[in-house]
Every structure is written in structure tokens, then in C-alpha cells.
């Protein structure tokens, strides 16, 4: 892959991880910190911002040029994500060790990679019990399930129920992909919560 | 493959069998965000002229850099 070619696999990694502490100039570093504004809170950018990357010897058509090319990568990331586009096979050719960094949100086309080695062959057998699947990884001989339980913090579960009252319980089964069944468990707990705040 | 419906390769037709020849020539595949927008090819062909023009200014490096930032803020595997 491109990025593979400028930067070679441990650089890549490094940048994805941090890439403050991937041994770049601090003028990308600028950049990328200026991308990554416009990216969570483009709201907060001021001048300052601005000035920062004149200081690092940036043009004004550079940050322009910069500018466009994020909002453009959030347009095409924001139609993605929203219609549930996979990414393509080409990046299971990265290695694992960048996939893993570089797999934050949707997983990759062929949907199920061990979560220990991040190899792409692994077998898949059901369990009995509840059904749900298990994986096999001949690669690493790791195995387990293949959708593990997601874990909520109480903040989150506390935000999910709040759209309860408004709701059926399949609206937000489909909404948040958290079961009815659980649903209710939580509801029962945060009662208990509550109950022994007040004694 | 995504949420909406898509035209697969052997059913495109016009400008999309164009768009979709061209990817299949230059790199071998036709990349999933592509067939994602295969209802609106005239948009996809009006994105990658937009995308090729704010490139052909800067450095493929800093071009690379300034996506990975903003694709990894965005949580985007894509």
C-alpha cells in the first residue's frame, strides 16, 4: 500500500498509534495535530491554530490545501461509516501490527479476524449452549468467542435507558444493538442503585 | 457490504461500468466505497475530480498524513 512505501511498516505504526511520539518533524506534527482538530471540534479552531502552522513555515494556500483535504476525508469518512461500507481487502495485506491500530471502527470486509494475531483464516464452530459462535485461530491457536460481550460503563448504560421511556424495546435493540432481555437487567440494577443511594 | 443497495459490476451500465472499468484496470479491484455511491456515479466522478484537484498541490506525504490523522479521529477503518 501507499502509505506503506512512505513511511515503511514501523513508521506507519507508530504514527497511527501516536504520532507525536513517531519520530516526524514538528512541522507534521502541527499538520496532523491542525487535522485532527478540524476533525473533533473544528467549532474551537481559532487563529492561534492558524498562526501555529505559519510559524511551522506553512503557507496560506498550504493551509488551505490542508484544510481541504481533511474536510474532504471527513466527507467521504462520514458517507462510509453512515452506509455501513466495509473497508477493502487490500488492508489485510498491512501488517497486523498496523491493522490492528488502523481497525477503530467498522472491521474489515471479511468480518471475522482472529482478535489475538489478526490472521484472516480463522475457523468458525458453534457453541450448543446460547448458540453463539466461537472461533478457532489456526495461526496463533488462540480461540473464543466471536462477538464477545460488550461491556457498558455505568454512564453509558445510564444514557441508553434514558431513551427507554421513549422507546420500545426493539427501537433500541436496533438503535444501540443492546438485547431487551439486558435491557431489563440493567433497569432492575439501576433501581437497586438507587434504592440503596437513598438509605 | 453496506446498508443500501448497490449495483454490482456485471449489472453497471453507462457512466458507473465506466467508473467501475476504470478501477478494475488501474488497481485490479472495485474498491467497496465506490460500489457504495454506484446509485450516484455523476457524484463519485464529481468527488474524485474534487480529490484530485486538492492533491495536485501538495506533497503526497503530507496528503497521507493529514487523511490518517483525520480518518483515525474519526474512528474510520475505511
Not at chain 1, 439486558?182 to 438507587?194: H, N
Not at chain 2, 456485471?10 to 457504495?36: C, F, P, S
Amino acid at each position: 500500500m501507499l502509505r506503506k512505501q512512505i513511511f515503511g511498516a514501523e513508521q506507519l505504526e507508530a504514527i497511527v498509534r501516536d504520532f507525536r511520539n513517531a519520530g516526524l518533524d514538528p512541522q507534521e506534527v502541527a499538520v496532523m495535530e491542525f487535522a485532527e482538530k478540524i476533525t473533533l471540534h473544528a467549532h474551537a479552531i481559532q487563529k492561534k491554530d492558524v498562526d501555529k502552522l505559519r510559524e511551522n513555515g506553512l503557507t496560506d494556500e498550504e493551509i488551505l490545501d490542508v484544510t481541504l483535504a481533511v474536510s474532504a476525508r471527513n466527507f467521504w469518512s462520514k458517507t462510509m461509516d453512515a452506509m455501513g461500507t466495509e473497508g477493502d481487502l487490500k488492508y489485510l495485506d498491512l501488517e497486523p501490527g498496523i491493522r490492528k491500530v488502523m481497525q477503530k471502527g467498522r472491521p474489515f470486509a471479511e468480518g471475522e479476524i482472529c482478535p489475538h494475531c489478526f490472521g484472516t483464516h480463522i475457523v468458525k464452530k458453534i457453541r450448543t449452549s446460547d448458540g453463539r459462535e466461537e472461533y478457532y485461530c489456526p495461526a496463533c491457536h488462540m480461540g473464543g468467542l466471536i462477538k464477545p460481550r460488550k461491556k457498558y460503563s455505568d454512564a453509558q448504560k445510564l444514557q441508553i435507558l434514558e431513551h427507554f421511556e421513549r422507546y420500545n424495546p426493539d427501537g433500541i435493540k436496533s438503535l444501540f444493538g443492546v438485547s431487551p432481555s439486558t435491557l431489563m437487567r440493567w433497569k432492575k440494577s439501576k433501581i437497586k442503585v438507587k434504592k440503596s443511594g437513598k438509605s | 457490504m453496506a446498508f443500501i443497495h448497490t449495483i454490482q459490476t456485471e449489472e453497471a451500465v453507462g457512466k458507473l461500468k465506466e467508473i467501475y472499468d476504470h478501477e478494475l484496470e488501474t488497481q485490479g479491484y472495485i474498491a467497496n466505497g465506490t460500489m457504495t455511491l454506484s446509485l450516484r456515479p455523476e457524484v463519485f466522478a464529481a468527488w474524485e475530480s474534487l480529490l484530485k484537484t486538492i492533491r495536485s498541490k501538495m506533497r503526497l506525504r503530507r496528503y497521507e498524513l493529514v487523511t490518517l490523522a483525520a480518518a483515525s479521529a474519526l474512528h474510520c477503518t475505511y
